[in-house]
């Protein structure tokens, strides 16, 4: 029942019980996007994968190592992430010959964070509070984003792990030497270590190819009441800890499933698939600003809250005031799991509105600082209107000179992306002035339908029926609680 306390994400409930037990849908998006390419985008996205990878630099045309210690592990590990995209594009185009040089790339472009020798190798232990970190942010608490006092680190680690994920995937398990095994099992580690199994009276259980539980944290970032992840690390700050990319953070654990999926651990595979769950549900609840938030105004007039503190909320961004930076920080990078997170239809039509109105058009790049805001944003804009963001992006890459994209993007990865959305035809029900209102007469009134507008009644809920919650109000209940088996949650 509602209590008569409050927080800074709105309402505190009373949760009556000896145990609470909460359920989590996983979910069942792997390496590729969940349906084929829409035809009539199919040879266009063909042929700007090839010329992506006929780009690629060739083997030894510059020093991978210097490369990664000057884009520090987040920038390396998101051009890491980029190279994985057009090797999974490809792979799922059947394009394999193209699928494996990207691959090949990709693994070069990891080998550097994957190089055992303590001299050469970017990363250290940290026995102090037990984790991976840069020499370099171990040495100068700003450097790499504050990474040396565990910052970030699961967005770091994410793009890396997800990268590393898709290379197995594709050149196959042999692909990486046992030494980078280990190392890539410590960089897992760092960020998503297992609860450890106990049996009762008996010593705990830890799995031979599980990361070792006496050096690292249980998941250092999550926390698992909040259902999301803390990117602050040691650092003191006035709201306290705090995590500005929901979006990210969801990658590092995707990134976790998939290593699962390479590796044909299916028990890391479904614990990344847990903490995926939780860190989606989290966002959409509290990240994402719909009509089930219940965040006052003006506030509530955003539809993306872009840092969430301990004691506070914020609309803004650490580096800008742009709306539109805090909506796509918390869309980027654009992966088949992207899918499950950014939904429903309905909601992001609202944040591409939003978004648009902070650009003076899709097409043109009068502003080169808002260039690569700009590429990420019509990733956003296929979810709602896959033609129209289709069509921009071959504009694009006519573009002399090339355009400039975020470091997770290739134009044959963004067209691979829009070609495999699901069409968004129920938008067609709704007028543009009563669309972000949402009434259910303004369309069927078949059970699935009043599910999908938000209807509350735990009846028109499937997974609510399948658990016995044949009466009442769900989604809400009348405290004012969203329950898990919402469809607005799924």
């Known amino acids: 029942q509602k209590s008569p306390f409050t927080c800074v994400k709105g309402d505190l409930t009373y949760v009556k019980g000896s145990t609470w037990r909460m359920l989590e849908g ?14 009539s985008m199919l040879n266009p996205t063909q042929s700007a994968l090839k010329k992506d990878v006929l780009s690629l630099p060739p083997i030894g045309a510059f020093d991978e190592h210097k490369l990664a210690k000057l884009t520090s592990s987040y920038g390396s590990g998101k051009r890491a992430t980029q190279l994985a995209l057009l090797a999974l594009a490809c792979n799922s185009l059947n394009l394999i010959d193209e699928a494996k040089k990207a691959a090949e790339t990709t ?37 790499d984003f504050g990474q040396g006092w565990y910052n970030d680190h699961h967005f770091h680690y ?52 599980a990361p070792n539980q006496n050096y690292f944290p249980v998941a250092r970032h ?26 990210e953070a969801t990658h590092c654990y995707y990134g976790v499933s998939l290593l699962g999926v390479a590796t044909n651990d299916y028990e890391l595979r479904d614990w990344g698939r847990l903490l995926l769950a939780m860190e989606m549900r989290a966002a959409r609840y509290y990240w994402h600003v719909s009509g089930f938030n219940r965040y006052p105004e003006p506030f509530g007039s955003n539809v993306v809250v872009s840092i969430i503190g301990g004691n506070l909320l914020s609309s803004q961004t650490f580096f800008g005031t742009n709306k539109l930076f805090a909506i796509l920080v918390n869309s980027m990078p654009f992966t088949p799991i992207s899918e499950d997170l950014l939904t429903p239809p309905r909601y992001i039509h609202k944040c591409v509105e939003q978004a648009v109105a902070e650009l003076p058009s899709l097409h043109d790049d009068d502003d080169p ?20 963001a289709f069509s921009v992006i071959i504009a694009l890459s006519m573009a002399n000179p090339p355009p400039q994209l975020d470091q997770t993007q290739s134009i044959g990865s963004m067209l691979y992306w829009v070609a495999t959305r699901p069409d968004p035809g129920f938008l067609n029900f709704f007028d543009d002035d009563t669309y972000t209102d949402y009434a259910p007469s303004h369309a069927p009134t078949t059970a699935s339908r009043r599910a999908e507008m938000g209807e509350p009644m735990c009846a028109a809920h499937d997974r609510c029926l399948k658990y016995g919650l044949n009466n009442g109000n769900c989604c809400p209940t009348e405290a004012n609680v969203m329950l898990w088996c919402c469809h607005a949650l799924q």
């Open 26 to 39: 996983l979910t069942a998006i792997e390496f590729s996007a969940p349906r084929r390419a829409t035809p």
């Open 107 to 143: 693994l070069r472009a990891l080998n550097p964070w994957l190089d055992p020798d303590y001299i050469s190798s970017l990363l250290v232990y940290d026995k102090s509070y037990g984790g991976i970190v840069t020499k370099t942010g171990l040495e100068n608490i700003q450097a």
């Open 158 to 209: 994410g793009y890396h792990l997800f990268a590393a994920a898709c290379v197995l995937h594709i050149l196959g398990p042999h692909s990486l030497t046992s030494t980078q095994k280990a190392a890539l099992a410590a960089m897992l580690g760092d960020v998503a270590t297992e609860i450890p199994k106990t049996i009762p009276g008996k010593r705990t259980i830890r799995r031979g190819n």
């Open 222 to 247: 999550k926390d698992f009441y909040e259902g999301h992840s803390w990117a602050s690390g040691l650092f003191e700050m006035p709201m306290g800890k705090n995590q500005e990319s929901s979006s």
């Open 369 to 388: 600082a808002l260039s690569s805001w700009r590429a990420l944003l019509l990733q956003l804009v296929a979810i709602t209107d896959p033609t129209q």
